[in-house]
């Protein structure tokens, strides 16, 4: 049996190195095991849930699917579609709505965070936007979800929701539970100016993240004035404990080399920042050089980037309107 893959990123400008290690890195691996169907969404639907500029948007959604190829995912094995032109999404999502209950969706942690003191002026789709997520994973019958660490909340109401459709309608397995695929370690980057805040493409601070567009010399000054702490490197990881920035940073590095937390201590433990600050990067303008150069590439060639969108809605169509179509008749439509 292949593994069925679904995962979104939202259209929302300043994709940022805590998308490309929570997120995308995994898809690209996923993507390149034969034993997987991929299908990658540009959550255009969700990014409208606080306010867009509609040309930004529109340059935002071609620049998000720029990067899912510069980054190594490749078209023509995984379906890349924008979540907007396939109608089942929003319709799927209405329906679940009735399923879903207010008592779940007013748990939802990252609601209370990103609607912040203000949540009677946030948008409705904001609250609801778990269950169009959920919408969007239970029409292809995925299997497996590879998110970030702050997305768990979401994907467990969705197994609810899905649980709760085919119990409410005796229609036991319509819905796959899909289980998520969440890297164990450093599944959560945080921003280089607070190590208790995520990394983040909203923050106004551009220094508090590394864009997957940045240029060699925005990222050696960003890692230079990223904050740490006055103390050397330590020699074991409990100590990391207390320190949350010097964490963040290590744990970036052990990313990117693909070493444990450990080992990267152990390269330099006892020296000064400034010392470890210049290998992570050179690490990361190894890494993220090239991602930035593609997607600039890329973006002179919007005619490709539409057509591989197209392409993708067209797949995701057939799949997506075939399982409304039975929706409609379990729920007696
Ligand atoms: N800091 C992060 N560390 C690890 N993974 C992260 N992801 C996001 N931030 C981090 C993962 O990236 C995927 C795409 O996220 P998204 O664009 O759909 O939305 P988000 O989680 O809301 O991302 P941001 O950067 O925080 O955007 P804004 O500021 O617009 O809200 C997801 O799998 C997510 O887990």
């Given at each position: 049996m292949k593994k069925k893959i679904f995962s979104g990123v939202q259209?929302?400008?300043?994709?940022?190195l805590g998308n490309y290690l929570g997120a995308i890195k995994n898809f690209v691996s996923l993507n390149n095991d034969d034993k997987n169907e991929c299908i990658f969404c540009v959550v255009d639907l969700h990014a409208i849930t606080v306010s867009q500029d509609p040309a930004i948007l529109r340059e935002n959604i071609r620049e998000t699917v720029a990067t899912f190829i510069a980054s190594g995912i490749d078209p023509k094995k995984s379906i890349i579609f924008n979540q907007s032109q396939v109608s089942a999404h929003s319709e799927a999502a209405w329906i679940l709505s009735c399923i879903a209950r207010m008592g779940w969706l007013n748990r939802m942690t990252q609601f209370k965070e990103k609607a912040g003191k203000d949540k009677e002026k946030a948008s409705v789709g904001l609250y609801s936007y778990p269950i169009l997520m959920a919408s969007d994973i239970l029409l292809y019958d995925s299997t497996h979800v590879p998110v970030g660490n702050d997305q768990k909340q979401h994907l467990e109401l969705c197994r609810d929701i899905a649980q709760k459709f085919n119990n409410d309608f005796k229609v036991e397995d319509f819905f796959k539970i899909p289980e998520p695929l969440i890297?164990?370690?450093?599944?959560r980057i945080m921003s280089l100016k607070d190590g208790s805040k995520k990394m983040s493409k909203s923050e106004l601070s551009d220094l508090s993240r590394i864009n997957l567009t940045d240029e060699e010399d925005q990222i050696m000054n960003k890692i230079k004035k990223a904050k740490t702490d006055s103390l050397p490197i330590p020699s074991n990881v409990k100590e990391l404990n207390s320190r949350p920035e010097a964490r963040n940073l290590i744990g970036i590095y052990s990313s990117l080399t693909n070493s444990t937390l450990e080992n990267a201590l152990g390269n330099?433990?006892?020296?000064?920042f400034s010392e470890f600050k210049e290998n992570l990067s050179e690490i990361l303008i190894d890494k993220i050089t090239p991602i930035s150069n593609d997607i600039k590439k890329l973006l002179k060639d919007k005619s490709y980037l539409d057509k591989t969108l197209e392409d993708g809605c067209e797949k995701a169509n057939k799949i997506a309107s075939k399982k409304v179509k039975k929706i409609h008749d379990i729920i007696g439509f």
């Open positions: 259209p929302t400008g300043n994709l940022h890297q164990k370690e450093f599944s330099f433990s006892g020296k000064n």
